[in-house]
């Protein structure tokens, strides 16, 4: 998400009321920083404002030409649902929005982060500066959102004129993954202390790579499970239920066609999706 005219736009509208009140700013930027959101605090937090009142001022707006057209306490009790939820669900998504992306983005970065530092080891190995690892990382797409933290870094040693290690202390702040601090932090203790790269490279590259294979392993075993419990639940379970309804029907009044209604188009359509979602989940965590 970029900053565009609306966003300041709204910047403009409420920036006099964000002055009055006396909030850490640095930290609310640094969050948008790690979702990966290019709009400072106030400049964020106005679009949500707005977005709320226009959602607002739209819905109130609809509900009440619905009430005009059929009135009756129905609508006029939808007016204040409908003009309650919207505002309220706006609200709601774009406050959690950040949080939510910069989880995501740290668990994307911790995948990629063992394959990451074997190409980092490698550049290592062939005698390259730390600056020019990253700047080579910043242009190569294989490794997620990494390649948007070594842009990042790039961006200041080279556009900005800063050293190396007061941009890999700043990546710190605004990386959104817990083993990447790690990793830049540890890189910064080896170049402060004069020692050589290659065998820290190679550590880091030997325990991230323990770790994503027991992460795949446990994964897929929770895959095996769940795919061992879809095929009893929706699949062999509804088979059984249709061998015992043809029994029932022979020897009795059978039984009702709502109810294998509801199981047809109901009850086993929502056991099929609920398993994707939980399947797609852990392969997505696997990848």
Same mark, same amino acid.
């Given at each position: 998400m970029k900053s565009t005219k609306y966003s300041r736009f709204c910047r403009r509208i409420f920036s006099n009321a964000f002055d009055k009140?006396?909030?850490?700013?640095?930290?609310?930027?640094?969050?948008?920083? *790690?979702?990966?959101? @290019? &709009? /400072?605090? *106030?400049?964020?937090? @106005? &679009? /949500?404002?707005?977005?709320?009142?226009?959602?607002f001022i739209s819905s109130f707006a609809t509900s009440s030409v619905i009430y005009l057209i059929f009135a009756n306490q129905i609508t006029a009790f939808l007016i204040l649902i409908i003009s309650s939820i919207v505002p309220l669900s706006m609200g709601l998504y774009y406050l959690s929005l950040p949080s939510a992306k910069s989880k995501n983005r740290g668990k994307n970065i911790d995948r990629y982060l063992p394959y990451a530092t074997n190409f980092i080891n490698t550049m290592s190995l062939a005698g390259i500066s730390p600056a020019e690892?990253?700047?080579t990382l910043s242009t190569v797409k294989l490794y997620g959102d990494i390649q948007k933290e070594a842009q990042k870094i790039t961006t200041e040693i080279e556009l900005m004129g800063i050293d190396t290690i007061t941009a890999l202390k700043n990546a710190i702040h605004i990386s959104p993954s817990e083993k990447f601090k790690e990793f830049i932090q540890g890189m910064i203790g080896v170049i402060q202390s004069g020692s050589e790269l290659g065998p820290y490279f190679n550590r880091c590259v030997e325990r991230y790579m323990e770790s994503d294979l027991f992460e795949r392993r446990r994964n897929l075993e929770s895959l095996a499970i769940m795919a061992e419990a879809f095929v009893v639940t929706?699949?062999?379970?509804?088979?059984?239920l249709v061998i015992i309804f043809s029994i029932m029907g022979l020897t009795s009044g059978g039984v009702s066609f709502d109810f294998l209604f509801i199981l047809a188009f109901g009850i086993l359509p929502m056991a099929y999706f609920g398993f994707y979602i939980m399947m797609k989940s852990g392969m997505g965590d696997s990848v």
């Amino acid at each position: 998400m970029k900053s565009t005219k609306y966003s300041r736009f709204c910047r403009r509208i409420f920036s006099n009321a964000f002055d009055k009140f006396n909030i850490n700013e640095t930290s609310k930027n640094w969050l948008l920083e *790690k979702a990966d959101i @290019s &709009m /400072v605090y *106030k400049e964020y937090y @106005s &679009m /949500v404002f707005m977005n709320i009142i226009l959602g607002f001022i739209s819905s109130f707006a609809t509900s009440s030409v619905i009430y005009l057209i059929f009135a009756n306490q129905i609508t006029a009790f939808l007016i204040l649902i409908i003009s309650s939820i919207v505002p309220l669900s706006m609200g709601l998504y774009y406050l959690s929005l950040p949080s939510a992306k910069s989880k995501n983005r740290g668990k994307n970065i911790d995948r990629y982060l063992p394959y990451a530092t074997n190409f980092i080891n490698t550049m290592s190995l062939a005698g390259i500066s730390p600056a020019e690892i990253f700047e080579t990382l910043s242009t190569v797409k294989l490794y997620g959102d990494i390649q948007k933290e070594a842009q990042k870094i790039t961006t200041e040693i080279e556009l900005m004129g800063i050293d190396t290690i007061t941009a890999l202390k700043n990546a710190i702040h605004i990386s959104p993954s817990e083993k990447f601090k790690e990793f830049i932090q540890g890189m910064i203790g080896v170049i402060q202390s004069g020692s050589e790269l290659g065998p820290y490279f190679n550590r880091c590259v030997e325990r991230y790579m323990e770790s994503d294979l027991f992460e795949r392993r446990r994964n897929l075993e929770s895959l095996a499970i769940m795919a061992e419990a879809f095929v009893v639940t929706v699949i062999a379970f509804p088979l059984f239920l249709v061998i015992i309804f043809s029994i029932m029907g022979l020897t009795s009044g059978g039984v009702s066609f709502d109810f294998l209604f509801i199981l047809a188009f109901g009850i086993l359509p929502m056991a099929y999706f609920g398993f994707y979602i939980m399947m797609k989940s852990g392969m997505g965590d696997s990848v």
